[in-house]
Nanobody, 128 residues
Framework: QVQLVESGGGLVQPGGSLSLSCAAS????????WDWYRQTPGKERELVAT???????TYGDSVKGRFNISRDAAKNTGYLRMKNLEAEDAAVYYC??????????????????????WGKGIPVTVSS
């Protein structure tokens, strides 16, 4: 019913910048929060940043001051802007969203459920 699709990853030199987007599509009533995670081989998935519907934002310690999370509620899209990238930032980045999904809207009766969704992940490589 809902899909999250990341875009914007790729190769960047150390010190460079890169922006990721995550577009949600489907029968979406409301998005409560967006998160970005990252994972490298052999390591657990790491929470990078979170933004709630009220625009409360938190960052992982390793990215504070370098990454910026934002959202566009009208476009159902979350963003992660990364600057001053380091080799240690190289990973597969995943977006995650907490979403109210419309189950039915017949006869003016709206039914929805709250679910979590993940994107498939997008690689970010930091190398000279």
């Amino acid at each position: 019913q809902v899909q999250l699709v990341e875009s914007g990853g790729g190769l960047v030199q150390p010190g460079g910048s890169l922006s990721l987007s995550c577009a949600a599509s489907g029968r979406i009533l409301n998005i409560h929060s967006w998160d970005w995670y990252r994972q490298t081989p052999g390591k657990e998935r790491e929470l990078v940043a979170t933004i709630t519907g009220g625009d409360k934002i938190t960052y992982g310690d390793s990215v504070k001051g370098r990454f910026n999370i934002s959202r566009d509620a009208a476009k159902n899209t979350g963003y992660l802007r990364m600057k001053n990238l380091e080799a240690e930032d190289a990973a597969v980045y995943y977006c995650h969203a907490d979403i109210d999904v419309i189950e039915s809207d017949n006869d003016d009766q709206l039914a929805f459920s709250r679910r979590e969704y993940w994107g498939k992940g997008i690689p970010v490589t930091v190398s000279s």
